[in-house]
């Protein structure tokens, strides 16, 4: 495995904890699970900023996928994190967690492509939704494994939409230079 691919598994996995414990009430959270997210945190975009902190409802259904997910149970993870999000759009919800989770349990289980376009519906959800930083950063993530995937002409698809969300001044600061930092 390439230096890069260990960074983009880190922010990935860095990222799920992040969404996973953020969104996690307080006595579900283990010392381990936040021993590792302090590990990896230097790759992770600050929580203060990310729509994970934001309240917005977290199904049932994606908390057993999180468990499931920090008990190391990933393929029944995925099966519960793609049972959420059908669910979520059986009702016409925004699914956000779901999609998310989804998409870093696949690319935990080397479905590079697959994370991919999880990250892309994440996108597509969040700008129906609108939650323009969301759509940034899975836009951003998904051009990442699409990269690493060798697929470039996906990859290079999605940095238009990147670069406009860029400009808008809705991004937070905190997004905005996360991704800027590492297009340049």
């Known amino acids: 495995m390439s230096v890069a691919q260990k960074l983009v598994r880190a922010a990935l996995a860095s990222a799920a904890a992040t969404t996973f414990v953020a969104a996690a009430p307080v006595h579900a959270q283990s010392h381990a699970y936040a021993a590792s997210t302090a590990s990896t945190a230097a790759v992770a975009p600050p929580a203060a900023t990310t729509p994970a902190t934001r309240a917005h409802p ?38 956000r967690d779901a999609l998310e989770g989804l998409a870093i349990v696949r ?31 899975a836009f951003f993530k998904s051009a990442l494994l699409y990269q690493e995937a060798g697929d470039r002409v996906s990859a290079a698809a999605r940095v238009p939409r990147i670069k406009t969300l860029l400009k808008s001044p809705v991004i937070s600061d905190a997004t905005r230079r996360m991704v800027q930092d590492r297009i340049d």
């Open 58 to 95: 977290v199904s049932p259904a994606v908390d057993d996928a999180r468990r499931l997910y920090e008990e190391g149970r990933w393929r029944e993870a995925r099966q519960a994190f793609d049972r959420a999000v059908d669910a979520a759009k059986a009702e016409g919800e925004y699914g």
């Open 107 to 137: 690319y935990m289980l080397d479905d590079v492509r697959g994370a991919a376009r999880s990250f892309d519906e994440l996108g597509e959800r969040a700008a129906a939704y609108g939650d323009p930083d969301t759509e940034l950063t």
